[in-house]
T-cell receptor, first 113, second 115 residues
Framework: GENVEQHPSTLSVQEGDSAVIKCTYS??????FPWYKQELGKGPQLIID?????GEKKDQRIAVTLNKTAKHFSLHITETQPEDSAVYFC????????????FGRGTSLIVHP | DSGVTQTPKHLITATGQRVTLRCSPR?????VYWYQQSLDQGLQFLIQ???????AKGNILERFSAQQFPDLHSELNLSSLELGDSALYFC??????????????FGEGSRLTVL
């Protein structure tokens, strides 16, 4: 099955700095790579996703890059704000048909004002 | 609001007991997933149901069972509870079971504490 590694487990930055979270996956058949944000006391919520036919996707201050050859993808957050503080999860799986969404262990991002 | 409802939000019980966690998926979603989140652990997949049938199984203990009813709500039953079962249990739903978008919509979780 799929195995997703996520680093770092904790990331502390100053407000306004950039933050990068990296994930690797093992199953070359995976074609969907979402990122979820989990705020304290809430369930994870999708913030951005990328499919295997695209190398990069951007949504305002958030961007995701995908390197299929190396089987890794990254989340980039620019101009971080205190409200970005949360746990971020990456996932990798195959859309369509039978699949199991496999998640990384999460990164706790702390943005200091 | 994701549209996924989980009850109860908090549950405290003793070792050896049995509890049932309930999940109502987003309107129209046929797939329901159960995940366990322990301290410092990621989201561990337990089981998936699609339109009433079990679709996939993860590292779910034999003491745990689940089902999805005709109205598509799902229940996760945890029995002979142990201290190590204390965790946050998430239900997620998606429209996908066949082809389509892969986004999962998560509930706010049920926090189980076993004393």
């Amino acid at each position: 099955g799929e195995n997703v590694e996520q680093h770092p487990s904790t990331l502390s930055v100053q407000e306004g700095d950039s933050a990068v979270i990296k994930c690797t996956y093992s199953d070359s058949a995976s074609n969907y790579f979402p990122w979820y944000k989990q705020e304290l006391g809430k369930g994870p919520q999708l913030i951005i996703d990328i499919r295997s036919n695209v190398g990069e996707k951007k949504d305002q201050r958030i961007a995701v890059t995908l390197n299929k050859t190396a089987k890794h993808f990254s989340l980039h957050i620019t101009e971080t704000q205190p409200e970005d503080s949360a746990v971020y999860f990456c996932a990798a799986y195959r859309e369509g048909g039978s699949y199991i969404p496999t998640f990384g262990r999460g990164t706790s991002l702390i943005v200091h004002p | 609001d994701s549209g996924v409802t989980q009850t109860p939000k908090h549950l405290i019980t003793a070792t050896g007991q049995r509890v049932t966690l309930r999940c109502s998926p987003r309107s129209g979603d046929l797939s329901v997933y159960w995940y366990q989140q322990s301290l410092d652990q990621g989201l561990q997949f337990l089981i998936q149901y699609y339109n009433g049938e079990e679709r996939a199984k993860g590292n779910i203990l034999e003491r745990f069972s689940a089902q999805q009813f005709p109205d598509l709500h799902s229940e996760l039953n945890l029995s002979s509870l142990e201290l190590g079962d204390s965790a946050l249990y998430f239900c997620a739903s998606s429209a996908q079971g066949g082809r389509g978008t892969g986004e999962l919509f998560f509930g706010e979780g049920s926090r189980l504490t076993v004393l």
